[in-house]
């Protein structure tokens, strides 16, 4: 990824674009490559969906596997982190737009019997530091507004309306 790809914050002074890189560094290959696999499906999936889901902003991103190490670049998400008064007036926004979507994997699935078993995704880590309220700075010509964003990539994986659901209320509800 490259940082001119990353949203522009307008300044009056200046455009300033930003990216973080992270380096996950596993203890088996098998988890350093499930981790990728979960990347690559959600980086096909956030760019058809122009890397939104609903009215949620998912940073674009991109990875680079290197045995067990695991590097994501991503932009960053300018604005603040979520504190419980703000989560409050987004509760149904997020479970909505969030807890709700699930991509359906056909390509990817656990092999049984010779055949592909669809899996389900989606997020699953809803603690509200994961969540960031834009700030009202402009952003770049031609970029699509967005108001919050999800940040935690690594909290894409495999998991059932019902999973999600649950954390969502024992992480997001319970706080807010």
Not at 13 to 41: P, S, V
Not at 77 to 105: C, E, R
Request: proline share 2%.
């Amino acid at each position: 990824m490259r940082i001119t790809n990353c949203t522009a914050q307008i300044k009056p002074y200046a455009r300033h674009q930003l990216m973080i890189t992270k380096l996950q560094t596993f203890k088996r290959i098998h988890q350093a490559r499930d981790a990728a696999l979960r990347l690559k499906i959600l980086k096909s999936v956030m760019k058809r969906q122009k890397w939104f889901i609903g009215r949620v902003r998912i940073p674009k991103f991109d990875y680079v596997l290197e045995g067990k190490k695991l590097i994501t670049n991503s932009e960053f998400m300018y604005g603040k982190q979520f504190w419980p008064d703000n989560a409050k007036t987004l509760k149904d926004v997020i479970h909505d737009d969030l807890v709700q979507w699930s991509y359906i994997d056909r390509l990817h699935g656990d092999i049984l019997n010779q055949k592909i078993l669809p899996m389900e995704y989606g997020f699953i880590d809803f603690n509200l530091e994961n969540f960031v309220i834009r700030n009202r700075d402009l952003i770049g010509k031609g970029e699509k507004n967005w108001e919050f964003a999800f940040v935690d990539l690594e909290a894409f994986g495999e998991c059932s309306l019902e999973e999600r659901t649950d954390k969502w209320i024992k992480q997001y509800v319970e706080n807010t």
